[in-house]
């Protein structure tokens, strides 16, 4: 049944949930927070929601930018380059970002008639950043129920994966990821050397799949 | 210690709030989400931080008017006049909306170095409004603390207080509810009939407060 609601961001993680859970998602929905590379996110998202045929809002919260503190809301300079592990990419989290993403999903969903959220969050960014873990996604599940009456609920069904099963989840549905965004640094193309880059090139190669995409290095 | 962030509406209940924890909160925070009353109250909520030496922000949520269904984004008209009660303000509900603020505050909070969000919601509206109850902020409580490292954690003490009971707090603080605002309406003066001024008057009464607020009818 079509009645769930996904947060597309139009990376790897998300992109993956779309196909695998489209005949169950009525909506996608994205943000443009101010990140770096949110435009060049948003135009995949919007592109895989044409070619599913599924309906997708993009919803601005330009305040982000204007009042959080976050490397990831700073400009291309800012992002780390070596590994992706917690003292290189605590500068990236964003306060409490899928707090709000997830309470603005379920705003709509419930105004919408839909049952849930979906949520494409994952157990590799478990250690940087604290509004990605099981322990997060249950409490936050709990407050949207009371608040809505229980006419919603969130269901994350990636959060005890890692990135590269999701990639080979992907593998099996015949995603072409060079049609996704990782690059924190929101480049012409994926600059290859920050975090996000590698961990990326990375979960391809674990999942065996040809790395087409184009790194500036 | 002033280590939290108040969410401040500029009605009854939160200028109270702002008056009686003056001493503890460093930033006010409202929110201008396209309902009808919205300028009206945040003219107050304005008014009253000036007075007090407090910050303030403001951030638009123009999204919730553009996308979300309730009778409070949908011009005077659209709202109820009987007395306030679960049938008559149902309508007025906009999905999840504390969720929304609480979130959004609890971000900023973090990003500022702050330790708590507070918000004014009461027992009064606890029938109509999910996002009211106790069970609701104690859930949120429990998902700002696990998606911030414990670094925010919410403080709602007017949760079982009702209207009447906040109205003789600020009656011992000497505030002067004719600068705040309460109709859903949002026209000129306070309409008078909607179940919201009914409810104004009714907790002034109560508190034995002298009612200066210009009332339409």
Known sequence: MKDKLLILSGGMDSVTMLYHYQNEIALALSFNYGANHNAKELAFAAL??????????VID????????????LEGADAIPEADYD????????????????LSIAAGLANSRGLKAVM??????????????????VSAMDEAVG????????????????????????GAGLGIDYSLT???????????????????????????GIEDTTVYQS
Chains 1, 2 share one sequence.
């Open 146 to 169: 009371a608040g809505t009456d229980n006419e919603v609920r969130i269901f994350a069904p990636y959060t005890n994966l890692c990135k590269s099963d999701i990639a080979k989840i």
């Open 48 to 57: 895989h929601c044409q070619q599913l045929g599924i309906a997708h809002v």
């Open 61 to 72: 919260l330009g305040f982000m930018a204007q009042h959080f503190k976050s490397s990831l």
């Open 86 to 101: 917690e003292e290189n990419m605590k500068s990236t989290v964003v306060p409490f970002r899928n707090g709000i993403m």
């Open 181 to 207: 965004w990782s690059c924190y640094k929101g480049q012409e193309v994926h600059c290859g050397v920050c975090a996000t880059c590698r961990e990326r090139k990375q979960a391809l190669a674990d999942a």
């Open 119 to 136: 949520i494409a969050n994952h157990g590799g960014d478990h250690a940087i950043y604290p509004d990605c873990r099981q322990v997060f």
